[in-house]
T-cell receptor
């Protein structure tokens, strides 16, 4: 079946410009995550959406970063006034959230191929 | 707070040798545990996971991992490395009651011919 897709696969922009990155999660997955992966670094959590709940924005590095998820499906990550340090691969993932013994657990995350952002 | 430690940012083995990638976590309650693999220019994909039951978990491509509660570890092994195993490996935990998994910093596996 269809996996998580992201677009564009590559984005080159000039410092100060705004960019939008798109994520199409797996149908039926209520949880959606954005991560940033810089060269040689691990995964940096950015933002999390779960169903109709307010998103967890605790990982966003500055107010230049924002994200939305429309209709519980497609998500867009927006970076305003891009800086060179924003250059990285941005990964999106979706998953099911299980409720066991009244506690939520995040099951397997399915990742998209990422968007490589280069800010000149 | 939950933490995941992967010992060694780089592990180098010869083709045919044993692969051992270490992962330790901190949690008072056993979480769900995952190993993901990332090949160059790709997203992460699941290798294997532990939820409940048998503590030795088998995954794709001949990898397996053993959950050891007393050691809070979930090390990844493969008896014989193949050149195609060269990739970045991430250990992750999904704590009970949290929607946000915690990832280790990753271990780059290098396989020499």
């Amino acid at each position: 079946g269809a996996g998580v897709s992201q677009s564009p696969s590559n984005k080159v922009t000039e410092k100060g410009k705004d960019v939008e990155l798109r994520c199409d999660p797996i149908s039926g997955h209520t949880a959606l995550y954005w991560y940033r992966q810089s060269l040689g670094q691990g995964l940096e959590f950015l933002i999390y959406f779960q169903g109709n709940s307010a998103p967890d924005k605790s990982g966003l590095p500055s107010d230049r970063f924002s994200a939305e998820r429309t209709g519980g499906s497609v998500s867009t990550l927006t970076i305003q006034r891009t800086q060179q340090e924003d250059s990285a691969v941005y990964l999106c993932a979706s998953s099911l959230v299980l409720v066991l013994s009244a506690a939520p657990w995040t099951d397997t995350q399915y990742f998209g191929p990422g968007t490589r952002l280069t800010v000149l | 707070a939950q933490s995941v430690t992967q010992l060694g940012s780089h592990v180098s083995v010869s083709e045919g040798a044993l692969v051992l990638l270490r992962c330790n976590y901190s949690s008072s309650v056993p979480p769900y545990l995952f190993w993901y693999v990332q090949y160059p220019n790709q997203g992460l994909q699941l290798l294997l996971k532990y939820t409940t039951g048998a503590t030795l978990v088998k995954g794709i491509n001949g990898f397996e991992a053993e959950f050891k509660k007393s050691e809070t570890s979930f090390h990844l092994t493969k008896p014989s490395a193949h050149m195609s195993d060269a990739a970045e490996y991430f250990c992750a935990v999904s704590p009970r009651g949290s929607y946000i998994p915690t990832f280790g910093r990753g271990t780059s596996l290098i396989v020499h011919p």
